[in-house]
């Protein structure tokens, strides 16, 4: 399964969420879709080399109505917050956006500071009321790995889900429980989409291992279609799907 399949992102409004994965996931799916918009309802770091074209405005449906056969993939941002990152639009003007892209609309709706696992704090995330698809992210290399700020954003916020203490061993069942959870992966998910979870940077047999061990557990906790093993750097990123 190719991975605009396997995450229904066709024409879809996509939110990416957690950690380890999700710029690289946008990236991934606007080089294989159509007339693809991608944008933030957060801070999102400079990417202008990863699209063709970017407008910084603050009318993004009159950049879209504008935008000529080779501005796609398009990215959309309201103003630079610094010379590094971009700022993101309210959830109600990435909602616009979403229903005047002639193409998917992919979306940074929340931010993990570079790590590879994280909760999501009290105003995360940011999730447009028409989004068809929200996919939360985690990466396999967090499993055995101590559940400290050097791998994990919010590391409080994963204990209070988990019931672990800071420092202890992230487990697969710990990955899966936030990945889960109402109050973590699942979180501000509107009724009407599709959260479909990723376990990233599934680089060899040990990582697809603990990946698959991650995916288990998520659909056994959650009513979600599928889990994506994925390595959102490769060609060919979908290393697998479990269903």
Request: glycine share 8%; charged share 30%.
């Amino acid at each position: 399964m190719d991975l605009t399949t396997a995450l229904d992102a066709r024409d879809a409004t996509v939110c990416v969420v957690g950690a380890g994965g999700k710029k690289s996931t946008l990236f991934a799916l606007a080089d294989r879709l159509d007339r693809a918009v991608v944008t933030a309802s957060v801070r999102i770091p400079i990417f202008d080399d990863r699209v063709a074209a970017v407008r910084v405005t603050e009318d993004p449906i009159a950049a879209i109505e504008a935008a000529e056969s080779g501005d796609w993939p398009l990215g959309l941002v309201p103003e630079r917050d610094r010379s590094d990152r971009y700022l993101g639009y309210d959830t109600d003007t990435v909602g616009g956006i979403a229903d005047a892209a002639p193409g998917a609309t992919l979306v940074k709706a929340d931010g993990a500071r570079l790590r590879e696992f994280k909760a999501p704090g009290d105003r995360e995330p940011q999730i447009p009321s028409n989004a068809d698809v929200v996919v939360p992210i985690a990466s396999a290399h967090v499993v055995g790995e101590p559940l400290t700020e050097e791998l994990v954003h919010r590391p409080d916020a994963v204990a209070a889900i988990t019931g672990r203490e800071i420092g202890d061993e992230i487990r697969p069942a710990d990955v899966a429980t936030v990945l889960a959870s109402p109050a973590g992966g699942l979180k501000g998910v509107p009724g009407g989409a599709t959260a479909i979870p990723v376990v990233n940077k599934v680089d060899d047999e040990s990582d697809a291992a603990a990946a698959r061990a991650v995916a288990r557990e998520t659909l056994y906790r959650a009513d979600v279609p599928r889990v994506l093993l994925t390595r959102l750097i490769a060609d060919d990123p979908v290393v697998e799907v479990v269903e």
